[in-house]
């Protein structure tokens, strides 16, 4: 196994400590560590990328499970937000929805012998949906409480997460009918 699927075996094994410490309440500074693993997570999925492409490492375990990885990170934070009332649970629904489209067209296409590389908005939507897993990880009302620090801080937090979160559900949108647009050969019935 290579250097960039480890990578990736690693973003997997992250995903239950990051789970446990957005879940858990232990400590005042537990959402810190979930946020420290988040972005650990996250900067291996960028490095195994990086690895592959530079020395010709790419896989067929990787073209499958770093995606996977992705995704998995990316629905146990927003399933834990929603059991925290930190996400609307429609919200939650539509970009699932939406992974699971692309993804199960994805599979079909493949079928075919067909990769489709993603695509600009498709980057920019993954960007933005992990800058909101990375707000709404931070638990800044719990800093904001415990700390006296004036309401403001907490207000501005909240809305600046709350747009962020738009801008991702907007882009998971945009960057659905994109892709199929692009790809609208794979919806042919022909083999």
């Known amino acids: 196994m290579n250097l960039p699927n480890?990578?990736?075996i690693l973003r997997?094994?992250?995903?239950?400590?990051y789970v446990f410490f957005v879940m858990t309440d232990f400590f005042s500074f537990t959402s810190h560590v979930a946020l420290v693993i988040f972005l650990l997570a996250s900067f291996t999925d960028t490095l195994?990328?990086?690895i592959a492409r530079k020395y010709g490492l790419v896989t067929d375990f990787g073209k499958f499970a770093d995606p996977l990885a992705d995704k998995i990170l990316v629905v146990a934070g927003m399933v834990c937000?929603?059991?925290l009332g930190r996400l609307p649970v429609w919200v939650c629904i539509i970009i699932l929805a939406r992974e699971f489209a692309v993804s199960g067209f994805r599979l079909v296409v493949a079928s075919k012998g067909t990769v489709i590389a993603a695509s600009y908005w498709g980057k920019f939507k993954?960007?933005?949906q992990m800058a909101m897993i990375c707000l709404m990880t931070f638990d800044m009302q719990r800093?904001?409480?415990e700390h006296g620090w004036s309401p403001v801080v907490w207000n501005v937090y909240h809305i600046v997460?709350?747009?962020?979160m738009y801008i991702a559900l907007a882009l998971?949108?945009?960057s659905m009918v994109d892709y199929f647009y692009k790809n609208r050969a794979g919806f042919s019935t022909d083999k």
Not at 12 to 17: A, E, K, M, W
Not at 161 to 164: G, K, N, R, W, Y
């Open 143 to 145: 800093l904001v409480t």
């Open 161 to 164: 997460t709350i747009v962020i």
């Open 172 to 174: 998971t949108l945009i």
């Open 12 to 17: 997997l094994v992250f995903i239950p400590f």
């Open 126 to 128: 993954t960007g933005f």
């Open 6 to 8: 480890k990578l990736t």
């Open 81 to 83: 937000f929603v059991a």
């Open 48 to 50: 195994d990328g990086i």
